[in-house]
């Protein structure tokens, strides 16, 4: 497949410098055609067996998986990355007198469930901090009492790449990794990890809401919010016996047509998506530095690139939008982010900076 191929897939770029897959991707033709296509089923008959066995026990664990390369059955489908840090931390039965270990640049979907666990939470400050000393300022919030270390791959402020491999060789308790920012982006390889959370809508390009949650060892994780797909059997007081693998954490019915977009929009990626990418990221941040604007990512990061700006950055997105030029800001930190992907082109590159250049 040719670059050429791969963008004419998203009808979205005809027009627009679409630079926003952080939030969320732009949707191949095929996506929305297959989403469509199994969108009929709808109309019946609803909820008969061949109906529940195509949608809950689709080949969409299998898929996940091979993007993280690891085993089928230790997937558990999601709505979101958020939904799968939820499972995690509600299933690990921590306490007041426990200690979690996270960073200021974490997404409030992991922020959130890990405030509610009741746990101290110890907080290492990357986000300023050179990208190097990540790893040395999150090892230094490890402590006796520390039951989990819960970090994001790609710092979604930023771009940063936290080393998430040696952090698993420098602590000894579990691992929580938020992939919202790598998984699609970047190669990964979840094995070594206790837990990996995988956003659907965001760099795999599928539909909203999907995901998956990766369990290393799920016997060991209690299911802390049972739902109806957790279980093989049960009896009166609730008492039950828990599906085999990681599909006991799924959490509802994952729509048909859910399965069959996330699925097609995978398999419509390049072999050189992510090359590509990290070209293009290193790119837009050469740009922008090179017109003088504070870019805060630093080098060969993720594939999102974060500027600081002086102005109203609502306004600043809400004014390039009316230029068909897509990024988002980021609520309280006077930034600005683009996210690039296989998808994009120098034109987007160079849209992106006129478009700044012009609201100065």
Known sequence: MTFEEARAAFPVLERYAYLNAGSVGPLAQATYDAMVKAGKTELGPRGSYDSFERTVEARLRTVIAGEIAVEPDRIALMSSTSEGCRVVLAGLGLGSDDEIVTTDAEHFGMLGP??????????????????????????????????????????????????????????????????????????????????????????????????????????????????YFSQTSYEPDGA???????????????????????????????????????????????????????VVTEPGQGTLVSLQWPGDTKEAVKRLYEEDVVIRDLPGTNLLRASCGYWTSEEDIARLVDGLQGLD
């Not at 070209?279 to 504070?294: H, I, K, N, P």
């Open 114 to 227: 890990v405030h509610a666990t009741g746990a101290r939470v110890r907080v290492a400050a990357v986000r300023n901090r050179p990208a190097a000393e990540a790893l040395d300022a999150i090892v230094a919030e490890v402590g006796p009492r520390t039951r989990l270390v819960a970090v994001s791959h790609v710092l979604w402020v930023n771009g940063h790449v936290i080393p998430v491999k040696d952090l698993t060789e420098a602590v000894s308790v579990p691992l929580l990794v938020d992939g919202a920012q790598s998984v699609g982006a970047m190669p990964v390889g979840a094995e070594p990890y206790d837990f990996y959370t995988v956003s659907g809508q965001k760099w795999l390009c599928g539909p909203t809401p999907t995901g998956g949650l990766y369990v290393r060892d799920p016997e060991r994780l209690r299911i802390g919010s049972p739902s």
């Open 240 to 294: 039950f016996a828990p599906r085999a693998g990681a599909a006991r954490f799924e959490q509802g019915w994952i729509p048909a047509e859910f399965i069959a977009g996330l699925a097609t929009a995978i398999s419509l990626a390049p072999e050189w998506r992510f090359e590509r990418a990290r070209e293009m990221a290193d790119l837009c941040r050469e740009r922008l530095v090179e017109a003088g604007f504070d």
